[in-house]
């Protein structure tokens, strides 16, 4: 069984992306999940003209209905950061194609694992 280790240049990548956009990806996509299967929802996109007040519109609530109401600030780091773990997926999948792992090996790798050979 070969082991998978990538080269250090990509394990720092991953530290560095991983614990600074995954959890932004994945909250996304938790929230999107949680959005479509049991919330109305409704998004609006303003620009802030006064930081003290924020006006919303023509909403599709009913009076006295309750909302959360959730603001997120919309910035280049996001865009920055996505594109870095992009690279770092397409590295990821370059490590290997000149000599790829068959399935069996994935399989026994995975056992390993869960067996506590392999940390």
Request: hydrophobic fraction near 40%; aromatic fraction near 6%; glycine fraction near 4%.
């Amino acid at each position: 069984m070969r082991a998978i280790t990538p080269p250090l240049k990509l394990e720092t990548s991953i530290n560095r992306v991983v614990s600074d956009s995954i959890s932004i990806c994945l909250n996304d996509i938790i929230m999107a999940k949680i959005i479509k299967n049991f919330m109305n929802a409704y998004k609006r996109y303003l620009t802030i003209e006064d930081p003290n007040h924020i006006v919303l519109s023509g909403l599709p609530f009913k009076p006295g209905q309750r909302v959360e109401v959730i603001i997120i600030a919309e910035g280049k780091e996001r865009e920055v950061l996505v594109s870095s773990l992009q690279q770092l997926f397409k590295e990821t999948q370059a490590l290997h194609q000149d000599n790829p792992l068959t399935n069996d090996e994935i399989v026994a790798e995975i056992e390993a694992y869960r067996c506590g050979e392999l940390k």
